[in-house]
């Protein structure tokens, strides 16, 4: 039987993201920070795996961000997204984090977005 190459696809980044999870994890004193792109849109997320918590979250979808933005999904979007999460961070006094780039390269986008929140003092 012949799968197509997008059931191949999925499957592939099914086992890379268990191979994350199984090895990542966040704890009270460092949480893990991950990112999710979609199509329109920038997700992030940081996740005390140890009480299995989310602490903070943050997107381009939300309306202040989404006001700064001309697009919610290229390079300017994941640089404020990026500046956006390390504030939250900072008020909630976290200072280091587990950087969780789920199944993407570390580049454009994510290299962006990681770039911007150690600009503003997050530790990774």
């Not at 893990?32 to 199509?39: E, P, Y």
């Not at 795996?49 to 300017?76: F, G, P, Y």
């Amino acid at each position: 039987m012949i799968t197509a190459k997008y059931i191949i696809k999925k499957i592939k980044s099914q086992r890379v993201r268990r191979t994350i999870k199984a090895t990542l994890r966040g704890t009270p004193e460092r949480p893990r920070l991950i990112m999710v792109k979609s199509n329109k849109y920038l997700y992030t997320q940081v996740i005390d795996d140890a009480s299995h918590q989310v602490l903070l979250c943050a997107s381009t979808l939300e309306k202040e961000l989404k006001a700064k933005l001309k697009s919610a999904k290229n390079k300017d979007a994941a640089k404020l997204l990026g500046e956006t999460i390390a504030e939250r961070l900072k008020e909630k006094k976290i200072e280091t984090v587990v950087f969780d780039r789920n199944v993407y390269a570390y580049a454009g986008r994510v290299k962006i977005f990681s770039d911007a929140a150690r600009e503003k003092g997050i530790r990774f």
